[in-house]
């Protein structure tokens, strides 16, 4: 299966070959600055993924282990990737279709401003439980 998206003005776009879209949301205080909002995005690995305009793509280092790029053009956000790995975690905004795509959960629910929710019946992690899970102290 083939997903596929770009940023606002087009400059940028990309395939990604997987069989499904696993879409999770994060709250940390970080990813809502990078976004203006709830990041919503999905996995995909290095080999999963191909870009076009990648010229028109900045990235800036924003920790220690992980790098958030951009539209040069633009500034719609596009991923951050993991420097440990080079996983991306793609905007799930950038998406030109959202079918085959699935909700999967929550990360750093305890960052979470009040004003909102995600309905549902999906995992709900604090930031302890998944720097936890990815064998990060908290």
């Known amino acids: 299966m083939s997903f596929k998206g770009k940023c606002l003005c087009g400059a940028v776009r990309y ?11 994060c709250h940390c ?16 690995k290095p080999e999963e993924i191909a870009f076009t305009g990648e010229e028109m793509i ?3 280092a924003s920790s220690d282990w992980a790098e958030r790029a951009f539209c040069r053009r633009c500034g719609s956000s596009l991923f951050y990737r993991s420097k440990a790995d080079g ?3 793609v905007a799930a905004g950038s998406l030109e279709s959202w079918d085959g795509a699935r909700f999967i959960g929550e990360i750093y629910i305890d960052a979470k401003p009040a004003l909102y929710a995600l309905a549902g019946d999906h995992e709900r992690m604090t930031e302890a439980e998944f720097l936890a899970s990815i064998g990060m102290a908290g």
Do not use: P, Q
């Open 29 to 44: 205080g970080m990813c809502r600055a990078w976004t203006g909002g709830i990041n919503l995005s999905f996995e995909a």
């Open 58 to 60: 900045e990235t800036y």
């Open 87 to 89: 996983a991306m975690h």
């Open 15 to 25: 395939e990604v070959r997987k069989d499904a879209v696993e879409v999770g949301s």
